[in-house]
């Protein structure tokens, strides 16, 4: 089992940064892949950015893709998320996930592990 704990969330104005953090534990070697979704009331969960733990490879949502970036602290098992140039269609709940699945992907059913979610408000 894999346990994925988010941390970072809150308030932040229009054009402001955030760090999201997401700590794994447990049998984080059989996760090649994590990635970072979201998702407002009423929407399905949306893709934000995947990476492989060892290759480094990464994808982005277009809608994030130049303002987001996905990377990673191999020695603390922890991936982390950091937002610039924030706008109001960036709040949300965001979600780590992993796979033991090797690749990346958009789709939500390729992940088999999430965290509980963290708030992310971007106010005007």
């Known amino acids: 089992q894999v346990q994925l704990v988010e941390s970072g969330g809150g308030l932040v104005q229009s054009g402001g940064s955030l760090k999201l953090s997401c700590a794994a534990s447990?049998?984080?070697?059989?996760?090649?892949?994590v990635a970072w979704f979201r998702q407002t009331p009423g929407k399905e969960r949306e893709f934000v950015a995947a990476m492989t733990w060892r290759g480094g490879s990464t994808d982005y949502a277009d809608s994030v893709k130049g303002r987001f970036t996905i990377f990673k602290n191999n020695a603390e098992n922890t991936v982390y998320l950091q937002m610039n140039s924030l706008k109001p269609e960036d709040t949300a709940v965001y979600y780590c996930?992993?796979?033991?699945?090797?690749?990346?992907?958009?789709?939500?059913?390729?992940?088999?592990?999430w965290g509980q979610g963290t708030q992310v408000t971007v106010s005007s």
């Open positions: 996930a992993a796979t033991n699945r090797y690749g990346v992907s958009r789709f939500g059913s390729f992940y088999n592990y």
């Open positions: 447990g049998r984080t070697f059989s996760t090649p892949t």
